[in-house]
Each structure stands twice: as C-alpha cells, then as structure tokens.
Nanobody, 124 residues
Framework: VQLQASGGGSVQAGGSLRLSCVASGRTDKDYNVGWFRQAPGKEREFVSR????????SYSDAVRGRFTASRDNAKNTVYLQMNSLKPEDTAVYFCAADFHFGANRLSPAHFTSWGQGTQVTVSS
C-alpha cells in the first residue's frame, strides 16, 4: 500500500486544518495508520495512530484534545482534524501504514509505506 498526505497549509494560531491520507495499491489488507511530524532540525515525532477499524486511536500529549484522527475505509482515506493550532505545530506531517496490530506501536520504526509529507505552518 502507498500513502499520500495532503491538506497542509498556512494558518494563524487558533485556526484549523484537516489533513488527508489517501491509500493506493494493495488496500485489501488491513492496516493501521500513523501520523507523524517533523520540524526543521528535529526528529520525526509521533502525533496520532488509528486502527484499521477506526475504533482505537492514540495521540501524543502535545496534540491530545486538539487533534482527532478518523478514517473512511470505503474511500481508503484517513483524516487528521487539527483544531486550536499553535505555532509549535508547524512541521511537515506524514502518514504511514503499520500492518501489525497493537496500540503501543507508536515509533516510526513500526511503520512502513511512508508517503511524502505535507507542510503545516502556524503563525502567531
């Protein structure tokens, strides 16, 4: 499966964006999706994980309560709704697939099929 993130842009602090992650290729296999972000000069960090069913989600402390992951498997699309954005949310956002199950699988090393990221810029 190949994933491609989109929907990034520039917003002011307090604004919202919705990112999309569209899957193509072998979408017949169940896969969980993780969202990660990487700011300039920093390591890639975990943002959110959503299970194949969409019933189980995980969030980093930095975004919990502001970001919400969801998915529409009929459209092979996963979403990340980002509200109350802060300047520190500025980064390139990536989505990736994990074909193994486990809510604790939050490291980038657990994920494959990384797509190109989408830039999110939040100004103060």
């Amino acid at each position: 499966v190949q994933l491609q993130a989109s929907g990034g842009g520039s917003v002011q602090a307090g604004g919202s964006l919705r990112l999309s992650c569209v899957a193509s290729g072998r979408t017949d296999k169940d896969y969980n999706v993780g969202w990660f972000r990487q700011a300039p000069g920093k390591e890639r960090e975990f943002v959110s994980r959503i299970s194949w069913s969409g019933l189980t989600t995980s969030y980093s402390d930095a975004v919990r309560g502001r970001f919400t992951a969801s998915r529409d498997n009929a459209k092979n699309t996963v979403y990340l709704q980002m509200n109350s954005l802060k300047p520190e949310d500025t980064a390139v956002y990536f989505c990736a697939a994990d074909f193994h199950f486990g809510a604790n699988r939050l490291s980038p090393a657990h994920f494959t099929s990384w797509g190109q990221g989408t830039q999110v810029t939040v100004s103060s």
